[in-house]
């Protein structure tokens, strides 16, 4: 799995970075900041929810 986020789409809602906190962390605006663009297999399935459940749709992944 390749995580892409689209930083300027980010409405700071922090989503991802309750599900996926190994993943996704927040700067000091709230914006969303990448913190692995490779998770392992363990965060996958929360990644998945952070990216179905943000509301602005700034989470991309490519599977496989």
Excluded: N
Excluded at 29 to 34: K, N, T, W
Aim: aromatic letters at 2%; proline letters at 8%.
């Amino acid at each position: 799995m390749q995580v892409e986020v689209d930083r300027p789409k980010c409405v700071a809602s922090g989503q991802c970075v309750l599900l996926a906190p190994d993943v996704f962390d927040q700067d000091d605006d709230g914006i969303v900041e990448l913190l692995t663009a490779a998770p392992g297999p363990e965060h996958h399935d929360d990644v998945r929810e952070s990216a179905a459940v943000c509301p602005a749709a700034a989470i991309q992944l490519t599977e496989g």
